[in-house]
């Protein structure tokens, strides 16, 4: 079994089945602007690597010419074949590039990483204050504070975010930091309703008991909810926020939708009510706002995490050890209500 400086080298893959495996791997020689860190706390991002694995994601099968899909040159994804898993990675570093300067041997630093003992991190950034769990959410934090600055919201409106998901958690903080009098989570799986009371929901609502989100968030709000967030990548929560969305109000889909849309109705609400959808994406730069992009999200998300401002509020969860990852990480697919964000302390 291959090992560094005593430590065993293993990542854990993935295919369609959803049957992950620990497989073994070996490292080259370190590539000077970067640094070898040993792993302490790796997360998943659930939807996208899903897509990935699956081979539903739009990238796994058409090639984008500038911003635009190709899907006259389809290549169908090879889903059988194992792919590596996780999404963030924290830890110390073992190892520095001759020409790094800001790092050094014993630094703890986080970095995008897969679930591997050992790693070679090209832009690792120390935690500084920051905690590794919260470190570990950074990525959902930056897609949820892009959504909620595109949804513009303002002090005393009503919103609605579907899906509690770890990018729904967040946006639910955002949302209030935002200055919203009202923020109704909605979410089929109870430990993700009281996740969301944690994380500043003023009501929390399981959509299996709503015969009509138009209805209902008229009840809720006189006019419906100004803002509606999608952040659950179901197109039936998307015709949702649809209904629920006031008069010339704002739809925000922030989710990575995977498949055909089924269950979208553009002939009512939509088509009544000048709806505006806005699209929101963290990592598509420029933004929307001059002097905006991903690396400002990144470092405004560093500034309220150290200040306290928001919080990873029960994320990543759960948090398992090595010999229970794979079957927790194959619940992503197999059982998806047991899970929000699925980590491994080494």
């Known amino acids: 079994m291959p090992q560094y400086d005593g430590i065993e080298l293993v990542k854990l893959v993935c295919n369609n089945e959803f049957k992950p495996r620990w497989e073994s791997y070996t490292l080259g020689e370190l590539d000077p602007e970067c640094v070898r860190v040993k792993n302490e706390l790796t997360a998943a991002k659930h939807g996208t690597e899903k897509g990935e694995i699956l081979g539903t994601a739009s990238y796994m099968n058409f090639p984008m010419h500038g911003t635009a899909f190709d899907r006259s040159k389809a290549t169908p994804f090879d889903a059988t074949k194992w792919q590596d898993?996780?999404?963030?990675?924290?830890?110390?570093?073992?190892?520095?590039g001759k020409e790094v300067k800001h790092l050094k041997e014993g630094d703890r630093v986080y970095n995008p990483g897969r679930f591997q003992t050992v790693a070679d991190f090209h832009n690792a950034k120390k935690l500084d204050g920051i905690s590794p769990e919260a470190a570990c959410c950074m990525d959902p934090a930056d897609f949820a504070i892009a959504a909620v600055r595109d949804a513009k919201i303002c002090i005393g409106d009503n919103v609605i975010v579907f899906g509690m998901g770890a990018i729904g958690l967040f946006t639910v903080q955002f949302a209030k930091l935002q200055g919203a009098m009202n923020?109704?989570?909605v979410d089929p799986i109870p430990a993700r309703r009281e996740l969301a009371l944690q994380h500043g929901a003023t009501k929390v609502v399981d959509p299996k008991e709503v015969a009509d989100f138009g209805v209902a968030a008229r009840e809720w709000f006189e006019n419906?909810?100004?803002?509606t967030i999608e952040a659950s990548g179901n197109y039936?929560?998307?015709?949702?926020?649809?209904?629920a969305t006031c008069y010339r109000g704002k739809v925000v889909p922030l989710?990575?939708?995977?498949?055909?849309a089924k269950g979208v109705y553009l002939g009512e609400e939509f088509h009544f009510n000048l709806l505006n959808i806005i699209s929101a994406r963290a990592c598509s730069d420029p933004q929307r706002e001059l002097y905006w992009n991903e690396q400002r999200f990144f470092q405004t998300l560093r500034t309220l995490y150290k200040q306290g401002t928001i919080?990873?509020?029960?994320?990543?969860?759960?948090i398992t050890t090595m010999d229970k990852l794979p079957e927790a990480y194959g619940k992503i697919y197999h059982a998806p209500n047991e899970v929000v964000k699925v980590a491994v302390k080494y």
Do not use: E, H
């Open 224 to 227: 419906g909810a100004d803002v």
């Open 255 to 260: 989710s990575f939708y995977l498949g055909d």
């Open 236 to 243: 039936i929560a998307l015709n949702q926020c649809l209904q």
């Open 183 to 185: 923020v109704v989570a």
């Open 85 to 96: 898993t996780g999404n963030t990675s924290v830890g110390t570093v073992i190892a520095v």
């Open 311 to 318: 919080k990873p509020y029960g994320l990543p969860s759960p």
